[in-house]
């Protein structure tokens, strides 16, 4: 009897990891735009990232410091070590409208930031400088990109975005 | 040096909590010492791997691999922790006969040491590489001498260790027929609370994109970062934003646990036995 408990314990867990296997294998590839911060001395460069409301984003950690870090994110739910000279993804969204904080755990003192979700056609002034978009595309995404890019180099806030998700 | 002892408490905190309540629990097993030593050791030489190889395992699965071992880790660990609870539902009786009648043995079998290692192995994996990976930062690029680090590691090590203590001589004082109860409880509560970590974990990594949104924000309540909001993040997972699919996972695993444990506490004349030997 007890073998018995024993069998049917390990086919639930069996059964558990078939569908975990799945899930992971069948989440479907992600339309995303990706987004870079940098620490360096220990700050969040920009510490300030403005993103559109309703799309997936990837944040690439650029930790061009020496030491490890650790981004947390209450707000977000997320926490990532980051090692020194290294670079970590963190993927968000889709999210509201709203402000959202970041920081550094090992080094609380200095490193915080916060992600601000809004719509892009109410981007003001010069926080749209803040936000550096990189490519992480292929293909007919490209042009799009260096649009995207000649905007953001001009400083003209007033262009606005494109918000079509770039796909992997 | 204060702030190192702040970390280094903060990540010992969160190991205590576990390890405390999950030896308090087993303390009818006789002579598990060896596999809560066993534990340790192993919880500490893991965690020097796991720190020492974290950019290879951030690197898995697109970027995404330290979600996805984090979770592993918290998922394996609940499930032990849950299987000892069943275990310990089975061998209720003679767990409290060990406890009125000094010296009497409880039938155990392997699988509460095998038990206890590995949840304290799990326990101190995530927890100690973070500490290592912040003591060996600091001591890299010197913004602390070693023995500001040490001294304040000490003091963080101590006062955490202090607080377990504290924790393990409270549970187990606990008069016998509350406290099967009590450990129980709280132990369900941490694979509760375990298994919605590592579902948080899996959706960092992209999955259940569906039911991640939050649900609530209760932090003006229980903020996480006081000290409060850590033991009962540790504790039953809590988190002040949670998603659907972790409360979805928490009240299934509730659940899924109490009719487990009513299945097993059920009594068993008719399998009694025959049910010893494997046990």
Redesign the interface.
Known sequence: ???DR?MR?TNR?AVIGVIGFL??SS?PA?AMQDVTIVIKDHKFEPSTVEVPPGEKIKLIIDNQ??????FES??L??E?????N?K????IGPLEEGTYSFFG??NM?TAQGTIVVKALGSVDGEEANDVEVSSGSSGGAQEKDEDLKRALDTGNSTVPVPLEPISK | MFSTAVIVFREVFEIVLIVGIVLAATKAVPKRWVAVGIGFAGGLIGSLLVAFFTGQISEFAEGMGQEYFNAGILFTAAAFIGWTLIWMKRHAREMKAHFTRVGEAVATGTLPYISISIVIVLAILREGAEISLFLSGQYYVGIASGAELAAGSAIGFVAGAFVGILLYLGLIRISTRAFLQITSWLLALVVAGMIVQGIGFLSAAGMFEDLSYTLWDSSWVLAEDNLLGKSMKALVGYTAQPSAIQLIAFIATMGFLALALKIAGRPQKRVAEAAVPAE
Do not use: Q, W, Y
Not at chain 1, 80 to 84: C, E, F, Q, T
Not at chain 1, 88 to 91: A, E, Q, S, Y
């Open positions: 009897m007890p073998r024993i314990f867990l899930a992971i989440a992600l410091d020496s030491t490890p870090e650790e209450r707000d739910n997320r990532k070590i980051i090692r020194g290294s970590g993804v963190v993927l755990e090992f003192g």
